[in-house]
């Protein structure tokens, strides 16, 4: 049974750069045609996608988001990873990583989310 | 690309609940659906618009047709109070409905 789980700083100060890591256990981040994502959801509100990345390293990226994201993977520590760089009050969220298990399927497993408030 | 739901939905203990999540030729799209308890994780309920995971009881099922699909419950129990969220891939982007709360009362 597949496991994710959100690990980084929990305050990040404006202008900075956020950096979050996925830890997958349970099987291989290469495994099959799994592909992994980044969510995120401000308090009270809805689910924003932020990307997602093949095992190979392929990415693709909300492009409301613009160049400010970067997801990256280590398949040899079965771990994923987000950048989100100049960071503003808008980024605090409740972020969330999660697999997707191929082509138009859904996504699921999700971690259990991780914090993020962006304040000086 | 957007998809629209209703904000909220009420149904009544062991009645029929629909969540609907519209978008331009949304049929031709695969949806999936997450339900989201108070301060949990979503959870894929529907995907590839009615088709259910491993676990999710057989109460909830889905359809797709024209520019609407349709999450329904039926025999709603109380736990299924929570929100609700559709998504479609659009281009290569995930795109996520603005959720819709499910009250059982």
């Known amino acids: 049974q597949v496991q994710l789980q959100e690990s980084g700083p929990g305050l990040v100060k404006p202008s900075q750069t956020l950096s979050l890591t996925c830890n997958v256990s349970g099987d291989s981040i290469s495994s099959g045609s799994y592909y992994w994502s980044w969510v995120r959801q401000p308090a009270g509100k809805g689910l924003e996608w932020i990307g997602r990345i093949y095992p190979s390293g392929s990415t693709t990226y909300n492009p409301s988001l613009g160049s400010r994201v970067t997801i990256s993977v280590d398949t040899s520590k079965n771990q994923f990873f987000l950048k989100v760089t100049s960071v503003t009050a808008a980024d605090t969220a409740v972020y969330y990583c999660a697999m997707v298990r191929g082509v138009n399927k859904g996504f699921g497993p999700w971690g259990q989310g991780t914090l993020v408030t962006v304040s000086s | 690309y957007e998809v629209t739901q209703p904000p909220s939905v009420s149904v009544s203990p062991g009645q029929t609940a629909s969540i609907t999540c519209s978008g331009d030729?949304?049929?031709?799209?695969?949806a999936s659906w997450y339900q989201q308890k108070p301060g949990q994780s979503p959870v894929l309920v529907m995907y590839?618009?009615?088709r259910r995971p491993s676990g999710i009881p057989e109460r909830f099922s889905g359809s797709s047709s024209g520019d609407t699909a349709t999450l329904t419950i039926s025999g709603t129990q109380a736990v299924d109070e929570a929100d609700y969220y559709c998504q479609v891939w659009d281009s290569y982007n995930a795109i996520f409905g603005g959720g819709t709360k499910l009250t059982v009362l």
């Open positions: 590839q618009d009615s």
């Open positions: 030729k949304l049929g031709t799209k695969y």
